[in-house]
């Protein structure tokens, strides 16, 4: 079975700064994903970026970049450059590749200070 | 891309009656959806995995006779509540997977929000 735990229910950012979320997993298998979602006021669930689990480089979307430490099974996601837009619950979901559903994580959700 | 619709957005039924949530791949197949509940605050837990055109595949502790889900055609999933109680309200979003992606993304709906008098 895998788990994902994210160990921070809140954090919070002044705007423009660089905010690290943290989350880490636990699974036996070797071919995974990774990924962040956000989850604004509006409830939408959106992504954020994605990780191939058999990729060592780690994935950048614009402001967003993860540091991926397989070893350690750590999944963090970096913000940078902070926007009040950014303000949301993130979750973060571990997927076996073939295996379809997702195990999400507890949350942590972000304020922004202007 | 990747747009994935739900209706109704809101939905309030009194006690015992059913109710159906459309869930749908506007622009993009899917032959496997997802549906999910969040409470409030909450993280999102998994009911069942809808396979279009077998039967859906029902998380641990999820009745399947209380929540009947049908995946009819490659765009469209629908779950449908049935004798609706209080205990059933909550917020229920549905996600697809594009068939033809490997990527194992899946792409959620803006959930429908249900609240049972």
């Known amino acids: 079975a895998q788990t994902v735990t994210q160990s921070q229910p809140e954090m919070s950012v002044q705007e423009a700064e660089t905010v690290t979320l943290s989350c880490t997993y636990d699974t036996s298998e070797s071919d995974y994903y990774l990924f962040w979602y956000k989850q604004p006021p509006s409830r939408q669930m959106i992504l954020v970026i994605r990780q191939e689990a058999y990729k060592q480089q780690n994935a950048t979307e614009n402001r967003f970049s993860v540091n991926f430490q397989k070893a350690a099974k750590s999944f963090s996601l970096k913000i940078s450059d902070s926007q009040l837009g950014d303000a949301a619950m993130y979750f973060c979901a571990c997927g076996r590749i073939g295996a379809q559903k997702l195990v999400f994580g507890q949350g942590t959700r972000l304020t922004i200070n202007p | ?117």
Request: hydrophobic share 35%; proline share 3%; net charge neutral.
């Open chain 2, 1 to 117: 891309g990747a747009v994935v619709s739900q209706h109704p957005s809101r939905v309030i039924c009194k006690s015992g009656t059913s109710v159906k949530i459309e869930c749908r791949s506007l622009d993009f197949q899917a032959t496997t959806m997802f549906w999910y509940r969040q409470f409030p605050k909450q993280s999102l837990m998994l009911m069942a995995t809808s396979n279009e055109g077998s039967k859906a595949t029902y998380e641990q502790g999820v009745e399947k006779d209380k929540f009947l889900i049908n995946h009819a055609s490659l765009t469209l999933s629908t779950l449908t509540v049935t004798s609706a109680h209080p205990e059933d309200s909550s917020f229920y979003i549905c996600s697809a997977r594009d068939a033809r992606s490997e990527q194992e993304t899946q792409y959620f709906g803006p959930g429908t929000r249900l609240l049972v008098l």
